[in-house]
């Protein structure tokens, strides 16, 4: 069984570009959540995608958006990046229907400078 | 608004003692309770979790919880810590009523154990 993987694992962007991070669910789940976990605090929830659908968001502002494609793999999205979006990106996969388990991948660590 | 609060930011202690980390919610609802570990360079690992019936549940590698529910708790301790416990350890608190599965984390507890 295949875990969940993430890429890349490390980038460093400039304030004001986009970027795109990559998310592959363990084998079996339909459900990806991201969060971002910044310097010494515990992650926070971006938002969820269940079958290709946006099936919640937490507190963040629209520049950052996703998309689940049909077989359940995922990509976060940040457009005009801010220094404050440096952080580690977590993409974590479940299978709702069964357990609200999550499964978390090694992450994205993010830089803009 | 809604939180989950761990105690101890950093705790030091040498093998063999005890551990115990504090976690508080302040969901009125019915929850879900999970506690993660981080080990140096790896990813989040579930250590165990409560969804329903008895209120002290056993995880992996010699860790157990309470969820005491008139204190809105739900502390981690392990009676014997070894030099492997060295993480970062991470309550999480998922409100029944957001039946998507939104992890909830406190802020995390950094664990040093010495030999």
């Known amino acids: 069984e295949t875990g969940v993987t993430q890429s890349p694992t490390h980038l460093i962007k400039t304030r004001g570009q986009q970027v795109t991070l990559r998310c592959s669910s363990q084998s079996g789940h339909n459900t990806v959540s991201w969060y971002q976990q910044a310097l010494g605090q515990g992650p926070q929830f971006i938002f969820q995608y269940y079958r290709e659908e946006e099936n919640g968001r937490g507190n963040f502002p629209p520049r950052f958006s996703g998309l689940q494609f049909p077989n359940y793999s995922s990509e976060l999205n940040v457009n005009a990046l801010e220094l404050d979006d440096s952080a580690l990106y977590l993409c974590a996969s479940s299978d709702p229907d069964s357990s609200y388990e999550q499964y978390f991948g090694p992450g994205t660590r993010l830089t803009v400078t | ?115």
């Not at chain 2, 969901?27 to 250590?47: A, C, E, I, K, R």
């Open chain 2, 1 to 115: 608004a809604q939180s989950v609060s761990q105690h101890n930011h950093h705790v030091i202690l040498s093998e063999a003692a005890s551990l115990e980390l504090g976690c508080n919610y302040s969901y009125g609802g019915t929850v879900n309770l999970f506690w993660y570990v981080q080990y140096p360079g790896q990813h989040l690992q579930l250590l165990l979790k409560y969804f329903s019936g008895d209120p002290l549940v056993k995880g992996i590698k010699g860790f157990e919880a309470e969820f005491i529910k008139s204190k809105f708790s739900f502390n981690l301790r392990k009676p014997s810590v070894q030099w492997s416990d060295t993480a970062e350890y991470f309550c999480a608190v998922n409100e029944m009523a957001d039946s998507w599965g939104k992890l909830q984390f406190g802020a995390g507890t950094q664990v040093v154990v010495t030999p």
